[in-house]
T-cell receptor, first 117, second 114 residues
Framework: AQSVTQPDIHITVSEGASLELRCNYS??????LFWYVQSPGQGLQLLLK??????LVQGIKGFEAEFKRSQSSFNLRKPSVHWSDAAEYFC???????????????FGQGTILTVHP | DTEVTQTPKHLVMGMTNKKSLKCEQH?????MYWYKQKAKKPPELMFV???????INESVPSRFSPECPNSSLLNLHLHALQPEDSALYLC?????????????FGPGTRLTVT
């Protein structure tokens, strides 16, 4: 079965520092990959997605992610973190479920980002 | 416009009450979803509608009853809930029910069952 692992439950960075959030997936083929962000008590906002092509994907709010097939990873990065980036981040994969065309979103457990001033 | 709206924002209900959650999107999306999210956990899929027909029920208890009156609206009717049903309920929509379609989420309804 497909799975998504976010190894870091909680990450703390200083404002202005660089950020990398890790995501690994388990599946034989290349999945559709997403990163979502959730502020406390809010819904999820799509940051970026990868389907195919260029392995470095640009998203909103200055985020980017790199797909590495050899490592089954899709890590999220930001060169300089702002205090407003404090939130929970979810990596998700969408795969063909059970031979149908339905693409169920499977989420990782999430990484909580704290930003120190 | 990539907005999904949900009402109410907060809901407190007793175990014998009947209430409904409402979700609306005007993006022309033909797939709509209900998720349940407990604190510090990822969202869990409950139901999926495609072209106003229920396509997926992830073995959700019958005290949760979804309804899709038209292509823009999605309701979740609640009856005889348990305290463990307290959670954030998220609605989402996507262009189609297909692999790779990105889902757009609403802000959620925070439900407390007393």
């Amino acid at each position: 079965a497909q799975s998504v692992t976010q190894p870091d439950i909680h990450i703390t960075v200083s404002e202005g520092a660089s950020l990398e959030l890790r995501c690994n997936y388990s599946y034989g083929a290349t999945p559709y990959l997403f990163w979502y962000v959730q502020s406390p008590g809010q819904g999820l906002q799509l940051l970026l997605k990868y389907f195919s092509g260029d392995t470095l994907v640009q998203g909103i709010k200055g985020f980017e992610a790199e797909f590495k097939r050899s490592q089954s990873s899709f890590n999220l990065r930001k060169p300089s973190v702002h205090w407003s980036d404090a939130a929970e981040y979810f990596c998700a994969v969408s795969l063909d479920a059970g031979g149908t065309s339905y693409g169920k979103l499977t989420f990782g457990q999430g990484t909580i980002l704290t930003v120190h001033p | 416009d990539t907005e999904v709206t949900q009402t109410p924002k907060h809901l407190v209900m007793g175990m014998t009450n009947k209430k409904s959650l409402k979700c609306e999107q005007h993006m022309g999306h033909r797939a709509m979803y209900w998720y349940k999210q407990k604190a510090k956990k990822p969202p869990e899929l409950m139901f999926v509608y495609s072209y106003e027909k229920l396509s997926i029920n992830e073995s959700v208890p019958s005290r949760f009853s979804p309804e899709c009156p038209n292509s823009s609206l999605l309701n979740l009717h609640l009856h005889a809930l348990q305290p463990e049903d307290s959670a954030l309920y998220l609605c989402a929509s996507s262009q189609e029910l297909a692999v790779g379609n990105e889902q757009y989420f609403g802000p959620g309804t925070r439900l407390t069952v007393t």
